[in-house]
């Protein structure tokens, strides 16, 4: 695994983050942004999303009968998430997602994967019509590496607080496609040594509200 400096903890400079994105946009709305952001009610819905993801530091590299190697890495690979939206004012709403986040590689005697489940809260504004843009809170839960019918130990970790922002476009009132880049660190411990992993990463990601 590759060792990395580690990273301060972005949660206070976010937290204020969220308030000012909202402030700077939420009172300059233009009427077809919020002619736009009608479309959102009810005031609370369900959205689910899945995204595809890359980037992070080099976790494992899994070896093959023939020769080849795969690797897994602390970014990627797919991200499936579902939640609520709160829309609290035209042209402004809230989102929080709970997902499934994993990178793997599988053969016919095994397989090897990085997983964690993101718990995320965010806040969203129109910035043009149908176009929102995102800042928001997010934390891995249960990070591991883990192996099937392949002699490896579990590498269980823990995750700092990281945050993530994305420009978001409605192709419809229910379906749209964002962009985003996502900033968060990981960790494990071996010989009581602390070590950083580096999970950052960008992903295009496809969500639907209903």
Known sequence: MARICSK??????????????GLAFGTGISAAQ?????????TTRPVLGIGFTGGGDLLVQVPF???????????????MFLGLEHQVAQGYFFRGTLGYHSDSVSASNGSVSFSRLPLELSTHVYAADRVTLGLGMRK??????DSTGVPMQPVPMM???GWFAQIEY???PQFSIAGRTTHETFHYQFGGV???IDGNHVGLYFNVTF
Do not use: F, K, W
């Open 8 to 21: 301060t903890s972005l949660l206070s400079t976010l937290s204020s983050g969220l308030v000012c994105l």
């Open 34 to 42: 919020a002619q736009s952001s009608d479309a959102r009610l009810p």
């Open 65 to 79: 009968s023939d020769g080849t190697v795969q690797n897994i890495y602390a970014g990627r690979l797919v991200h």
């Open 140 to 145: 891995s839960l249960s990070p591991s590496l």
């Open 159 to 161: 995750a700092d607080m």
């Open 170 to 172: 409605e192709l419809t």
């Open 194 to 196: 602390d070590t950083p």
